[in-house]
């Protein structure tokens, strides 16, 4: 069963950089993390998850506002990819972070909208 699995997270000082990944796992030929949009949240300690940004199947980006200017989402279609590099980061941008597929397009932020989790990959940005 198609799955995105996320890695990338780690320790970071503020101020610094990390680039995610999320890649497709368990997918059969033919059916590749490419047909999909993928958002990237995050979720902190007692805080709700939060969507960030989102790229389509045909490689149209939308973020919140948030995390634009700092944040990008791209994907390497060849590598089965979507990468979340992430610059200047903050002590608040601490979270487990997430990606998740949908349909062909971005849509809506709601994470109702999406329907395939991975498991999540924690930042944290501490000096």
């Known amino acids: 069963q198609l799955r995105p699995v996320e890695s990338g997270g780690g320790l970071v000082q503020p101020g610094g950089s990390l680039r995610l990944s999320c890649a497709a796992s368990g997918f059969t030929s033919g059916f590749p993390l490419n047909y999909y949009a993928v958002g990237w949240f995050r979720q902190a300690p007692g805080k709700e998850r939060e969507a960030l940004s989102c790229?389509?199947?045909?490689?149209?980006?939308k973020y919140v506002d948030s995390v634009k200017g700092r944040f990008t989402i791209s994907r390497d279609n060849a590598k089965n990819t979507v990468y979340l590099q992430m610059n200047s980061l903050k002590p608040e941008d601490t979270a487990v972070y997430y990606c998740?597929?949908?349909?062909?397009?971005?849509?809506?932020?709601?994470?109702?909208?999406?329907?395939?989790w991975g498991k999540g990959t924690l930042v944290t940005v501490s000096s």
């Open positions: 790229i389509s199947s045909s490689g149209s980006t």
């Open positions: 998740a597929t949908r349909g062909p397009s971005c849509g809506g932020w709601g994470p109702e909208e999406y329907d395939k």
